[in-house]
């Protein structure tokens, strides 16, 4: 069995003063992050590396998976 390393760090992604819930973030093959989250106003925002965040749906708990082609399935 290989034992895989771990890290985390703090990292803010939204720059306002909502608060976001429900964060899931994947890591692309081109080594950037991609993240979905949703807001207190129930809206599911996405986003990648540092660009600006994109209003996707409406709901919660959203979850994101990053294929081998950077294409992110949420």
């Known amino acids: 069995m290989i034992s ?3 890290f985390s760090y ?3 992604i939204t720059s ?3 608060a976001d819930n429900s964060v899931d973030t994947d890591v692309g093959p ?3 992050p991609q993240a979905v989250y949703q807001k207190s106003d129930g809206k599911i925002y996405y986003k990648y590396g540092t660009n600006s965040e994109e209003l996707i749906a409406t ?3 959203p979850s994101i998976a990053v294929d081998t082609n950077n294409v ?3």
């Open 10 to 12: 703090n990292h803010q």
């Open 4 to 6: 895989l390393p771990t």
């Open 59 to 61: 709901g919660s708990s």
């Open 72 to 74: 992110p399935h949420v």
């Open 30 to 32: 081109d080594g950037y």
């Open 16 to 18: 306002d003063n909502i």
